[in-house]
């Protein structure tokens, strides 16, 4: 093991020494109980002695290097106290922030010419150490676009900055990857290029010179709000004719799948452009998405080939390429939302894997989102009036039945499930099928309740029957293809 090495004499005290010796233990795992700090004295600086808590107020900066250092010092303090104002939680906040801090790993480029230093920068994703997308793309296009070094006064910088804090996770909002909305940025609008070659193969040939840096600086800047919408559709204020743009939106981020986002992210930027894409267009289009990997990727379970990224990306950059050309938009949407139509799985092919795809109970939870997204669906198609919010699962035959011999695949499956507001399903209990069937009669017209009053009793045949008939409406009406 290295032997640590601690310049401060304010850390010369026996708690503090114990509190390093306590980290580096549960960092490392290292329960060794002689282990120590080996304390030295070394000649402080006048940047260690501002950098001291409380700052020394008679130590003035001497150097650029410890002006740098005093303004990154009250930067961080004034951000740090901002953050903890946000929160309701600041004490969880603060540890996080700690213990990202001792996760970093600091790579120290000392050069007298910038401009190697910035090739010595971009060299370390070859030699040992792999540089994320986002490191080497902010330091390719910062040095195309270099500053005065004043800070206050770096627009580019600033525009940077700006970008990344609209990716950065909130107490309302989660992170969202900066690499992967890079990658999805640059298949939006330049060639198709696999994840491992961005930045050797698109960043670095496309953008030589200071005029396409600043595009495509200002292009990120643009774009990323609009991926986090896309992402994360709830960060966004919708209007009311984009309501079903954003419930497709809700319904793909509930499915997991990432490989339409170039094409999304190409779509919001139509939508928000000057010249409109026409609201039509948009939902038409996300329905499509929605309803196809719907049919294909969840219920089906069918593999995506490559082939399906590089389509969409393929349309993304043809919608960017169109401008403001509404027809040459709708002629690029029409041929995506035939292509993928196109690729549907068969009637029988669905109505099988849908019968077998989707089980919940309070135990068995780890597709719960997926039902309650299936379950709302079918409710608006059979009560549109009726509010989605705030509504429970219930099994009509009930959980209780498991414990006296009723089949999983029976009290769990879609077929013996509603969705119904929280005093009906508390209401319903574990009440016998009789007594359901009374209450839903009197209660259950908002809901959808289809297939359940019309039989005398509840059995596993019911069941079966419910979820088959649940099936072919799901493929007849709720996600047919074509529209």
Request: net charge positive; with cysteine.
């Amino acid at each position: 093991m290295q032997s640590s090495v601690i310049s401060s004499r304010h850390w010369e005290s026996e708690t503090l020494r114990r509190a390093c010796t306590d980290i580096l233990r549960k960092r490392t795992g290292i329960t060794n109980a002689n282990l120590r700090f080996k304390l030295k004295w070394h000649h402080r600086s006048s940047a260690r002695r501002y950098s001291d808590t409380p700052p020394d107020p008679t130590v003035q900066p001497a150097t650029e290097e410890e002006v740098a250092l005093s303004k990154a010092l009250d930067a961080l303090a004034r951000r740090v106290a901002e953050e903890v104002d946000k929160r309701q939680s600041p004490l969880d906040w603060l540890l996080e922030l700690r213990d990202r801090l001792l996760g970093l790993r600091v790579i120290w480029i000392e050069h007298s010419n910038e401009d190697d230093a910035y090739v010595i920068f971009e060299t370390l994703n070859s030699r040992g150490k792999d540089l994320e997308v986002v490191d080497l793309l902010k330091n390719h296009l910062l040095n195309r676009l270099r500053g005065t070094g004043n800070s206050a006064a770096d627009t580019s910088r600033t525009k940077w900055d700006k970008m990344r804090n609209e990716l950065e996770a909130s107490d309302t909002r989660r992170r969202v990857d900066p690499n992967r909305f890079i990658l999805h940025w640059w298949l939006s609008q330049e060639d198709y290029v696999a994840e491992r070659k961005l930045f050797p193969e698109g960043v670095k040939k496309k953008i030589k010179s200071k005029a396409q840096a600043r595009t495509h600086l200002d292009s990120l800047v643009r774009d990323a709000p609009l991926y986090r919408a896309v992402i994360e559709p709830t960060s966004r204020i919708w209007p009311m004719e984009e309501i079903p743009a954003r419930r497709s939106l809700e319904a793909l981020a509930v499915f997991g799948i990432v490989q339409p986002a170039p094409l999304l992210l190409s779509i919001m930027r139509a939508r928000t452009d000057s010249t409109k894409l026409g609201a039509a267009q948009l939902i038409k289009t996300l329905q499509v998405v929605e309803r196809f990997h719907f049919q294909h990727t969840i219920v089906s379970q069918l593999r995506s080939s490559g082939g399906v990224s590089e389509m969409y990306a393929k349309a993304a950059r043809e919608l960017h390429a169109a401008g403001s050309d509404q027809q040459a938009r709708a002629d690029v949407l029409k041929e995506i939302r035939g292509k993928l139509i196109a690729r549907r799985p068969d009637r029988e092919q669905f109505i099988l894997s849908f019968e077998e795809r989707f089980f919940f109970t309070n135990e068995h939870t780890r597709d719960s989102k997926l039902v309650r997204y299936v379950l709302e669906a079918f409710l608006r198609e059979a009560s549109p009036a009726t509010a989605t919010n705030d509504l429970a699962i219930e099994h009509i035959m009930p959980q209780s039945e498991l414990r006296r011999g009723a089949a999983f695949e029976t009290v769990a499956s879609l077929g013996n499930l509603l969705l119904v507001n929280q005093a009906l399903n508390e209401k319903l209990g574990s009440k016998a099928f009789a007594e359901k069937k009374r209450i839903l009669a009197d209660e259950g017209s908002s809901y959808d309740i289809g297939g359940v009053l019309d039989v005398e009793e509840w059995t596993g045949a019911q069941v079966v029957m419910r979820t088959r008939l649940l099936a072919e409406r799901a493929y007849d009406q709720i996600w047919k293809l074509p529209l």
